[in-house]
């Protein structure tokens, strides 16, 4: 099974501030036929299913702010949130779709300071 | 409008039974990727299963043998089928349509497993 790691498990920064998570995949979802990372991550708010943000490791989903930017390759991503608004406050995931079982990253916890 | 509800939760004693659906509208299941994905309480998101278009489908290793999924097109629902459950299924479950990735999402129904 593919495991992947969050860091750090949680975040407390100012509104404004910039917020960076990071998610680390046991081996490399990079699939080279189509040169596409199988990497997702997800917004889950208190009492509500989880919110798709970002998929291909970069692909913004649509509806979501541009303040939100996913990057990196194999088995390395990061999850970037530019200036942190008070409506960001939530648990974030990576999820690996490139292999069954679907494993998802621990959670991070992004909290105002 | 793409929609996903689950129903079928409750709670129920250690060693039973339970089914979940997850009533989809807006797109037919047998094209997509449907999962099933788990919270329990205060904790992190767990898959638990999938279905693929060709009626394949994979389980995480703490249900296998336990849960089947499947799939009614004339309903287009999905389904989940839960035997011996232990108090360590306790959780929300949620249906996910994957194409691949989890684009949609259902509100959740809790399962709680408790004598």
């Known amino acids: 099974d593919i495991v992947m790691t969050q860091s750090p498990d949680s975040l407390a920064l100012s509104l404004g501030e910039r917020a960076t998570i990071n998610c680390k995949a046991s081996?490399?979802?990079?699939?080279?036929?189509?040169?596409?990372?199988?990497l997702a991550w997800y917004q889950q708010k208190p009492g509500q299913p989880p919110r798709l943000l970002v998929y291909?490791?970069?692909t913004r989903e649509s509806g979501v702010p541009d303040r939100f930017s996913g990057s990196g390759s194999g088995t390395d991503f990061t999850l970037t949130i530019s200036s942190l608004q008070a409506e960001d406050v939530a648990f974030y995931y990576c999820?690996?779709?490139?292999?069954?079982?679907?494993?998802f990253g621990q959670g991070t916890k992004l909290e105002i300071k | 409008e793409v929609q996903l509800v689950e129903t079928g939760g409750g709670l129920i004693q250690p060693g039973g039974s339970l089914r979940l659906s997850c009533a989809a509208s807006?797109?037919?299941?047998?094209?997509?990727?449907m999962n099933w994905v788990r919270q329990a309480p205060g904790k992190g998101l767990e898959w638990v299963s999938v279905?693929?278009?060709?009626?394949?489908?994979n389980y995480a290793d703490s249900v296998k043998g336990r849960f089947t999924v499947s799939r009614d097109t004339s309903k287009n629902t999905l389904f989940l089928q839960m035997n011996s459950l232990t108090a360590e299924d306790t959780a929300v479950y949620y249906c996910?349509?994957?194409?691949?990735?989890?684009?949609?999402w259902g509100q959740g129904t809790l399962v709680t497993v408790s004598s």
């Open positions: 996910a349509r994957g194409t691949p990735f989890f684009d949609r």
């Open positions: 807006g797109f037919t299941v047998n094209s997509n990727f």
């Open positions: 279905i693929y278009p060709g009626g394949t489908t």
């Open positions: 081996q490399s979802i990079l699939y080279i036929s189509n040169d596409k990372d199988y």
């Open positions: 291909w490791a970069s």
């Open positions: 999820q690996q779709y490139y292999h069954a079982p679907y494993t």
